[in-house]
């Protein structure tokens, strides 16, 4: 029997409308509860408190339903036991009963036919149906039959069981990512629901879906493992800014928007790397041995003083007093043996000071003439040394053998005078001018700013260092006392008020005296911390997430391991990268290389196969440049042809050429990208005036250029790579950089080459 098409369509139209419906109401719910929770008020801490959760919640719920407005039904399951459930981004419950749901969430186990079942596996389904809309009209459906003993027909039927997935690949690229909610396939989504413990290994070659599906497991895992993850949040590591400005809309497309995106430079609270390091330079910064190296610069700032040199300090009453080599020495060895961090060592380094010489002190004034003991008393010797401990003298001289330094002043001071502590040829790489600090902070400025390299050595000086709060948690210490005393007041006044007046009652009258006291009460009015979990943890450095995420996870150098790794104590990460493109120099491009010294092979590795951006075609022409260094060299398959070849072309002036190209190429639709060697970028941009580029190119614009490293992760529908000879030869994994380069094309791919002798004419 078959259904007439267009009642298939109105249908599906009739359920999509009834579910926005839904989503309407629903918003327009949480849009009145805020307004009436702002509105109301309240004069309490704790009605505040209530008010301030409670708007949090209906926030962050409005958030997910104008994230999910776009495609929030996309398909249907129709089981052999007569079930029938719609799928979609977000779980949308009835009006009537909320325990029936109108959309089934795409994370949700009676979802995952959608994705897994097959002709050979149907996993009790009789038909699969996707759903395509454009804004909130349904535009097209597509069935697949998968028990052929229902005769039931839509007219829908497809043979291609791919039509969607191909159709999606074909359509035009708007410069920001989108969701593969619609298309994931199966292989994807074994490794999107895999177990969230432990470290998971996502390796795979261009245009396998590496990211997609590294933001969609972040999505199922907060869906799955809602309270832990949550509370701990999931952090997710891309490659540079302009790559996480093209994810950005991703989760929040997924009815997520508590995850922290942030690049290797973002790592550090307070810091946002936006200087560059030469390639010799990052090498150098990411390698392990700068633990040691940084663990060693710390102990050269703590110091004695030179042989038969001692430190004079002037005692106003008593002369001078002398501080030793012999006496700095003894407190250094005791501090040490501390093994606590340099700034928490340091009180314990003062104390031995000031007792040596509150020692020197005591012998001096209270000698005994005739050889006796002592004459001052304990309640003496204890108001010395507190002379001694507030002397501005010995408070000078501490500091000079042992100060308190930040993480930002000792990577200053290494990378001002790396001399010594790396070899000198290496040493001249990373020496940044102590000239271009900012003044008072040694935090660079300008062209010498912190660069991402620069990061871990941050992270490395912070947990090196330790910060010493003492000061911090006596002076909160102090303020929670005042709050507590206050707080007794209060209920005196209220307990005092409450006996008055009810003091000829035979009865007793509990009041909040009776039932609370004042630590408690105090509590009540302590100002709470309402940002959400993501939030704290970006200005946190010692946060512990519940998930990490890091894409591109070959270019982090081992330096930036050592930072990532603290932030994820249980080890529970998806690793996502290709060593094949590994472009950093510091990169270590290995996956044992990376795990071995945190987890051993203690890690799951899975491969994902199938390329699904890169034609068949520009995939072939890529791989010859692999296969010049790894004969053996095998791409992932392409699922799809465009018959359009790879176009190649040399000119005498290459902007001229490169201009005429993307005038050529250029669509209505779509976005073209011209990727350069950095070094040929200003002369490119003065031909290419309607392109963006620089540090954060604007994704969305209809021309980019970019050098290979910004073009990493990401995809257009049209890709003029320019000169690829200085792309290979400009530095340690210009091959890799050159296969990226060659790659991000989902349509069309050209090369313009400059012709021998010609060199490129500055912008």
Same mark, same amino acid.
Request: aromatic share 6%.
């Given at each position: 029997m078959?259904?007439?098409?267009?009642?298939?369509?109105?249908?599906e139209?009739?359920f999509?409308?009834?579910?926005?419906?839904?989503?309407?109401?629903?918003r327009?719910?949480a849009?009145?509860?805020?307004?009436?929770?702002?509105?109301?008020g309240?004069?309490?801490?704790?009605?505040?408190?209530e008010?301030?959760?409670?708007?949090?919640e209906?926030? $962050?719920l409005l958030?997910?339903?104008?994230?999910?407005d776009?495609k929030l039904?996309? $398909?249907?399951?129709v089981?052999?036991?007569?079930?029938?459930?719609r799928?979609?981004?977000i779980?949308?419950?009835?009006?009537?009963?909320?325990?029936?749901?109108?959309v089934?969430d795409?994370?949700a186990?009676?979802?995952?036919?959608?994705?897994?079942?097959?002709?050979?596996?149907?996993m009790?389904?009789?038909?699969?149906?996707?759903i395509?809309?454009? !804004?909130r009209?349904v535009?097209?459906?597509?069935?697949?039959?998968l028990?052929?003993?229902?005769g039931?027909?839509s007219?829908?039927?497809g043979?291609?069981a791919?039509?969607v997935?191909?159709?999606?690949l074909?359509?035009?690229?708007?410069?920001r990512m989108?969701?593969?909610?619609?298309?994931?396939?199966?292989?994807?989504d074994?490794?999107?629901?895999?177990?969230h413990q432990?470290?998971?290994?996502?390796?795979?070659?261009?245009?396998?879906?590496k990211?997609?599906v590294?933001?969609?497991?972040?999505?199922?895992?907060l869906?799955?493992h809602r309270e832990?993850l949550?509370?701990? +949040?999931v952090?997710?590591?891309?490659p540079?800014?302009?790559?996480?400005?093209?994810?950005?809309?991703v989760?929040?497309?997924?009815g997520?928007?508590?995850?922290?995106?942030?690049?290797?430079?973002?790592?550090?609270?307070?810091?946002?790397?936006t200087?560059?390091d030469t390639?010799?330079?990052?090498e150098?910064?990411?390698r392990?041995a700068?633990?040691?190296?940084l663990?060693?610069?710390?102990?050269?700032r703590q110091t004695v003083?030179?042989?038969?040199?001692?430190?004079?300090i002037?005692?106003?009453?008593?002369g001078?007093?002398?501080?030793?080599?012999?006496?700095a020495?003894?407190?250094?060895?005791d501090?040490?043996?501390?093994?606590?961090p340099?700034?928490?060592?340091r009180?314990?380094?003062?104390?031995?000071?000031?007792?040596?010489l509150?020692?020197?002190?005591?012998? #001096?004034?209270?000698?005994?003439p005739?050889?006796?003991?002592n004459?001052?008393?304990?309640?003496?010797?204890a108001?010395?040394?507190?002379?001694?401990?507030?002397?501005?003298?010995?408070?000078?001289?501490?500091?000079?053998?042992?100060?308190?330094?930040?993480?930002r002043e000792?990577?200053?001071?290494?990378? +001002?005078?790396?001399?010594?502590?790396l070899?000198?040829g290496e040493?001249?790489?990373v020496?940044?001018d102590?000239?271009?600090a900012?003044?008072?902070?040694?935090?660079?400025t300008?062209?010498?700013a912190w660069?991402p390299?620069?990061v871990?050595?941050?992270?490395?000086?912070a947990?090196?260092l330790g910060?010493?709060?003492?000061?911090?948690?006596?002076a909160?210490?102090?303020?929670?006392?005042?709050?507590?005393?206050?707080?007794?007041?209060v209920?005196?006044?209220a307990?005092?008020?409450r006996?008055?007046?009810?003091?000829?009652?035979e009865?007793?009258?509990?009041g909040?005296?009776?039932?609370?006291?004042?630590?408690?009460?105090a509590?009540?009015?302590?100002?709470?911390?309402?940002r959400?979990?993501a939030?704290?943890?970006?200005?946190d450095r010692t946060?512990?997430?519940?998930?990490v995420i890091?894409?591109e996870?070959q270019?982090?150098?081992?330096m930036?391991?050592?930072?990532l790794?603290?932030?994820?104590?249980?080890?529970s990460?998806t690793l996502?990268?290709?060593?094949?493109?590994?472009?950093?120099?510091?990169?270590?491009?290995?996956?044992?290389?990376?795990?071995?010294?945190?987890?051993g092979?203690r890690?799951?590795?899975?491969t994902?196969?199938?390329?699904? #951006?890169?034609?068949?075609?520009?995939?072939?022409?890529?791989a010859?440049?692999?296969?010049a260094?790894?004969?053996?060299?095998?791409p992932?398959r392409?699922?799809r042809?465009?018959?359009l070849?790879?176009?190649?072309?040399?000119?005498?002036?290459?902007p001229?050429?490169?201009a005429a190209?993307?005038?050529?190429e +250029?669509?209505?639709?779509?976005?073209l990208?011209?990727?350069?060697?950095?070094?040929?970028?200003?002369a490119?941009?003065?031909?290419?005036?309607a392109?963006?580029?620089g540090?954060e190119?604007?994704?969305?614009?209809?021309?980019?250029?970019?050098?290979?490293?910004?073009?990493k !992760?990401l995809e257009?529908?049209?890709?003029?790579?320019?000169?690829?000879?200085?792309?290979?030869?400009?530095?340690?994994h210009?091959v890799n950089?050159?296969?990226?380069a060659?790659t991000r094309?989902?349509?069309?791919? !050209?090369?313009?080459?400059?012709?021998?002798?010609t060199?490129l004419?500055?912008a």
């Amino acid at each position: 029997m078959s259904i007439d098409e267009s009642e298939a369509v109105r249908t599906e139209q009739r359920f999509v409308s009834g579910v926005y419906a839904r989503l309407d109401l629903l918003r327009e719910r949480a849009e009145a509860a805020v307004r009436d929770a702002l509105r109301a008020g309240g004069t309490s801490a704790q009605a505040r408190l209530e008010r301030d959760v409670f708007v949090a919640e209906q926030s $962050g719920l409005l958030a997910a339903y104008d994230a999910c407005d776009h495609k929030l039904c996309f $398909g249907r399951l129709v089981f052999r036991d007569g079930r029938d459930h719609r799928i979609g981004r977000i779980g949308i419950r009835d009006d009537d009963d909320e325990r029936t749901p109108l959309v089934v969430d795409w994370r949700a186990d009676v979802a995952r036919p959608f994705y897994l079942a097959t002709g050979h596996t149907p996993m009790g389904l009789a038909r699969r149906r996707h759903i395509t809309t454009e !804004g909130r009209r349904v535009t097209a459906l597509h069935d697949e039959i998968l028990d052929l003993r229902d005769g039931t027909r839509s007219g829908h039927e497809g043979r291609d069981a791919d039509a969607v997935l191909l159709a999606a690949l074909d359509s035009a690229r708007t410069g920001r990512m989108s969701d593969i909610v619609q298309t994931v396939q199966a292989e994807q989504d074994r490794v999107i629901r895999a177990p969230h413990q432990g470290v998971l290994v996502v390796e795979g070659g261009p245009g396998t879906g590496k990211t997609a599906v590294a933001l969609h497991r972040a999505a199922y895992l907060l869906y799955a493992h809602r309270e832990l993850l949550a509370r701990r +949040a999931v952090l997710v590591v891309g490659p540079n800014p302009a790559f996480l400005g093209y994810i950005g809309e991703v989760l929040p497309s997924l009815g997520e928007t508590g995850v922290l995106l942030a690049s290797p430079g973002e790592l550090f609270p307070g810091v946002r790397a936006t200087g560059t390091d030469t390639p010799e330079a990052a090498e150098i910064k990411g390698r392990a041995a700068m633990a040691g190296v940084l663990a060693r610069f710390v102990r050269d700032r703590q110091t004695v003083p030179p042989t038969g040199e001692p430190v004079e300090i002037d005692h106003e009453d008593h002369g001078t007093l002398l501080l030793t080599r012999d006496m700095a020495e003894d407190a250094r060895w005791d501090a040490r043996g501390t093994g606590l961090p340099h700034n928490l060592a340091r009180p314990r380094f003062a104390t031995r000071i000031v007792d040596a010489l509150t020692a020197q002190l005591v012998d #001096r004034i209270g000698a005994d003439p005739y050889g006796g003991p002592n004459l001052l008393d304990p309640s003496d010797v204890a108001q010395l040394g507190k002379e001694v401990a507030a002397s501005d003298a010995v408070h000078a001289a501490i500091d000079g053998l042992w100060p308190v330094l930040t993480p930002r002043e000792l990577v200053a001071r290494f990378l +001002a005078d790396p001399f010594g502590h790396l070899p000198d040829g290496e040493a001249e790489f990373v020496r940044r001018d102590p000239a271009d600090a900012r003044p008072g902070t040694g935090a660079p400025t300008g062209a010498d700013a912190w660069t991402p390299a620069d990061v871990p050595l941050l992270d490395e000086a912070a947990e090196l260092l330790g910060e010493d709060d003492s000061a911090a948690r006596a002076a909160a210490a102090r303020e929670r006392a005042e709050r507590v005393a206050y707080a007794q007041g209060v209920l005196d006044v209220a307990h005092a008020s409450r006996t008055y007046e009810f003091e000829d009652e035979e009865s007793e009258v509990l009041g909040v005296a009776d039932v609370i006291d004042a630590e408690r009460f105090a509590e009540r009015h302590e100002e709470a911390d309402h940002r959400s979990a993501a939030e704290r943890a970006a200005a946190d450095r010692t946060w512990a997430f519940g998930h990490v995420i890091v894409d591109e996870a070959q270019e982090l150098s081992a330096m930036a391991w050592r930072l990532l790794m603290r932030r994820v104590p249980t080890r529970s990460m998806t690793l996502v990268g290709d060593p094949a493109q590994t472009g950093d120099a510091a990169g270590c491009g290995s996956w044992r290389e990376i795990l071995a010294p945190y987890v051993g092979d203690r890690y799951e590795q899975v491969t994902l196969g199938v390329n699904y #951006r890169t034609p068949a075609e520009v995939m072939e022409y890529a791989a010859e440049v692999r296969r010049a260094v790894e004969p053996g060299f095998r791409p992932p398959r392409s699922v799809r042809s465009t018959g359009l070849p790879p176009w190649e072309e040399t000119a005498d002036d290459l902007p001229a050429a490169v201009a005429a190209a993307v005038a050529r190429e +250029a669509r209505d639709e779509g976005r073209l990208a011209v990727v350069a060697p950095a070094s040929h970028l200003a002369a490119l941009a003065g031909a290419l005036p309607a392109a963006s580029w620089g540090a954060e190119p604007d994704l969305t614009r209809p021309v980019v250029l970019l050098d290979p490293r910004q073009a990493k !992760g990401l995809e257009f529908d049209t890709v003029v790579v320019v000169d690829p000879e200085a792309i290979r030869a400009a530095g340690p994994h210009g091959v890799n950089d050159l296969y990226v380069a060659l790659t991000r094309a989902t349509q069309r791919l !050209g090369v313009v080459r400059p012709a021998a002798g010609t060199a490129l004419r500055p912008a």
